[in-house]
């Protein structure tokens, strides 16, 4: 029997600076009105909740960005710090952010 050992991912710390990535270009698609990410291979379309986060990855640290969507949301910090963690690690995945 074998047995694969997985490593979790590095979590994205609180002094991370997320940034959208060269070639990346957050924008309004003006066919739909909506919010997507536009890059050379082809195009994302955002949730709310994304936009909302990529729309402050403009030198914060993550820590500032669950600051301010916890004071315009009337939300509670430590429950959205998990949500930006994932979408964050989601759109670094895919290459569409850089962590610095």
Known sequence: ????????ANPISDATQPRIAKGVRLQVDSATG???L??????????????????RCDGRTLSEIVSDLAEEYDADPATLVADVRETLADLQQ??????T
């Open 1 to 8: 029997m074998r047995f694969i050992m997985l490593m979790a």
């Open 34 to 36: 909506k919010t997507v």
């Open 38 to 55: 536009l890059f050379p291979e082809g195009i994302v379309e955002l949730n709310e909740t994304a936009q909302e986060i990529l729309s």
């Open 94 to 99: 895919r290459k569409l952010i850089e962590l």
